[in-house]
């Protein structure tokens, strides 16, 4: 008989896969670790949880422990992958009841990212969060609301109960000082302000939401100071300040008060389960694999947050972590494992996030020095087009930048900011991006007009036309 | 010196010729004749306008009469084009001094269709409408407008003001009957609503907007009884009665009473001029022309809703009327008769429509006869999926159907509907079938995903992933 499929990660990459498996091979055993309690949660919807448009934390549950057992997929929690032994296709589990040898046919390492601290120090200190855990996001919410209140919709069976009770004894943050300008800071900015507090941003790089460009920065920088956000651009934070809580941050030579900080400046792939192990890791330190997500040793597969991805624009191997990636990549290995070689797919980096009311999109190459290094001679412009006919109610300015090789003509990236449906619109450029158009191709692509919804040329029709001028 | 451009038609497509043309080359002589006094006008925004959701018959017209003078174009609008020779390179033209005769190096033929009635006797009656003309617009929002108010808008210069001030003065209609439930049928129903009418639609075929096949044409149906407008389906309306104004609608062999009817069967291409001339129309009556939008004479050109134009995956030359068409192929007309060759770009059919809130896109080809006889084997899904994270507020059911080659997995064509963002989603699938893309492409596409704007898997990635298990 077949040694099992063992799948390390409990989320989105390794559910998918462990369920696809079952699906498409019901006979073959699929065995999940866990490192946590938390399995299949929308990471993405915590900073929503946190700002009270969503009630529950169970409805950032994909699936319950239960849900997974029902597909007959064995899911062990609280069990810890430690060590990989690929010659003898062997895991080193450590669990409640102590450390244990499990053998695998395949294996899937789907162990995810952590967020980024180390460079902040003070991290240690209470009422200092990352947006990266369903306990720290239940904390958080408790933190915020009041004691005389309940909190609400944090009562999942295993959440840490105790930290919960803790915040919700506590005497909600006035103040709240975010490290770091990303999807996660300007994401917490806008629940933060939902709750009434007095919010301050502090970002190292001139810009927020870096990946998006310039054109969006800008923009969102704009929507967050409008909305009462301090911005402190520019801006390294040394150090969260406080006894035993945090009091302050300290940035710039500046020392800024605060009752709470989230730190959300980036993530690292979790891959020490595979030191001494031969599997190739690339320079993000994320797992290179090839296209059916098999690593450089037979048998084992990584996807998701911990392992590098092709960019359908550069054709090389990069780290983009995020949620699609996770799930296509996770169903693919499944696929491939129970039988159904099936490619995982690359990624063009495609990204969209809510600054308040303003709708950012991104995708493929933006950055003109990163393009370069890929071989290509960018050049880029950037359009304010309507959202709908000039005449119809509701049209919106919307920001457009595209990006092309000036020789080739080919479409590279794209970012677009906006309020009317923006954000929908650069899958138009993940489109294209995927299937390699040219600029002059993307101008000449019949895209939707109806007054209620376009105007005659989409605001990515005009930067098309814009741009196709000049390559 | 070169004999003038000549332009026959100054809307969308004749008009985006003369302006790039006299952009491209501001030398050359660039002379527009239009047979009515209206220029460049939005048809698309005239059942707002009707509805009262856009104010001001001026708010469609994209240029005026002098805003075209100012780019130096020579505009002569109640001049009618009646003939061409294309042996002498000349044009015959009844003017308000007269007929003459007029030379010319290039010509353009953008000359538009005309709303069909012929089918429906009576239409002579009066309060019967086409929305197919801003005089006819204006005279319906005057007619629906009480006689103690003020028509709002509807001040333009050369509007009929005749016709304007006879239907002011009529008590409004109470109920309205609709003839035809494509997009004018569809749209009116809401206009009509809006102001209080009973609305009765009457559709020949079994479904509403037919191109966009069944699932669409379903949940179109419910949202328009849902609004109170009762619908006859698989009805043809024979006649329109009354005296001097349209008193009755007699379809189906029952007798519908109405205070105003709107027809809206269809279009048919302006190309009476041609009679005569050595210039090939295709089965729909319609101009064919080659990439660069050229006729089979040399220096002819025809452009918008007059032409057909290259399919993006029948590759056959098709007619399909729409406003981004007309404006694109007369743009590349003007810029291949300024001396830079510029390609008029395919169709894919691809249209999206508002039907009270619910958001309708088709691309491509969906209906499998049509498939069948464009030479591939059809294979269609339809999904159910949601418009965000099922946990975010305002995620709404989206339904995408999407149809593909069996044998090649070539996506064919797609449709969309649903109340959040789905129109624009058909972008989509519009930029994959211009890319010609398959099924297994694009599931694999990194489109976007956050809780706001979209479930990790995007509707159309959960047909696509349907779909590609079955081709």
Redesign the interface.
């Known amino acids: 008989m077949t040694d099992p499929f063992v799948v390390v990660g409990g989320d989105?990459a390794g559910l998918s896969a462990a369920s696809k498996c079952k699906r498409e091979d019901p006979d073959r055993e699929v065995l999940v670790f866990e490192k946590g309690a938390w399995v299949s949660y929308?990471h993405?919807?915590m900073p929503?949880y946190v700002k009270g448009?969503?009630e529950s934390l169970a409805?950032?549950l994909s699936l319950t422990p239960d849900e997974v057992r029902e597909r007959d997929i064995d899911l062990r929690r609280e069990h810890e992958v430690v060590a990989v032994d690929t010659d003898r296709q062997t895991v080193a589990v450590e669990g409640p009841d102590g450390r244990f040898e499990q053998s695998y046919g395949d294996l899937l390492v789907a162990t995810g990212a952590h967020a980024t601290t180390d460079p902040i120090d003070g991290f240690e200190l209470s009422g200092a969060f990352t947006m990266h855990s369903m306990d720290a996001t239940a904390a958080l919410r408790a933190f915020l609301t009041p004691p005389d209140e309940p909190v609400r919709g944090a009562d999942v069976e295993y959440v840490d109960a105790a930290r919960v009770a803790a915040y919700a004894d506590r005497e909600p943050p006035e103040s709240a000082a975010i490290v770091g300008g990303g999807y996660v800071g300007v994401e917490m900015a806008e629940a933060f302000s939902a709750h009434g507090l007095d919010v301050h941003l502090f970002q190292r790089p001139e810009r927020l939401v870096p990946p998006f460009g310039e054109a969006v920065g800008e923009v969102v920088a704009e929507e967050l100071r409008d909305r009462g956000v301090t911005l402190h651009l520019s801006t390294e934070v040394e150090r969260l300040e406080g006894e035993e809580t945090v009091e302050a941050v300290r940035a710039g030579g500046e020392t800024v008060e605060t009752d709470t900080a989230v730190v959300g400046i980036g993530v690292r792939p979790n891959t020490a389960l595979l030191d001494g192990a031969p599997v190739e890791c690339g320079d993000s330190g994320a797992v290179v694999v090839d296209e059916y997500g098999e690593t450089t040793v037979d048998g084992v597969y990584a996807a998701g947050d911990c392992s590098e991805s092709r960019h359908?624009v550069t054709g090389e191997s990069d780290w983009v972590p995020?949620?699609?990636?996770a799930?296509?990549e996770g169903r693919a290995v499944g696929a491939t494992v129970a039988g159904a070689p099936s490619?995982v797919?690359?990624?063009?980096?495609?990204?969209?996030?809510?600054a308040f009311d303003q709708?950012c999109?991104r995708?493929g190459l933006l950055d003109h020095e990163r393009a370069r290094a890929a071989g290509f001679d960018p050049v880029s412009e950037t359009v304010t087009a309507g959202s709908r006919?000039?005449?119809?109610?509701g049209n919106a300015e919307t920001r457009v930048t595209l990006c092309a090789d000036r020789e080739s003509g080919r479409l590279l990236g794209g970012s677009i900011v906006g309020t009317d449906?923006a954000?929908?619109?650069?899958?138009?450029v993940?489109?294209?991006?995927?299937?390699?158009?040219t600029v002059a191709?993307?101008?000449?692509?019949?895209?939707?007009?109806?007054?209620?919804?376009?105007p005659?040329?989409?605001p990515?029709?005009v930067a098309a036309k814009v741009l196709a001028g000049e390559v």
Chains 1, 2 share one sequence.
């Open positions: 989105a929308a993405c919807g929503y448009e969503i409805d950032l359908v995020l949620g699609l990636t799930n296509r490619r797919g690359g990624i063009a980096g495609t990204a969209v996030v809510k709708e999109g995708s006919s000039g005449y119809y109610p449906r954000a929908v619109r650069i899958d138009t993940a489109t294209a991006l995927e299937a390699g158009l191709e993307l101008e000449r692509t019949d895209l939707a007009y109806a007054p209620p919804f376009s005659v040329w989409d990515v029709l």
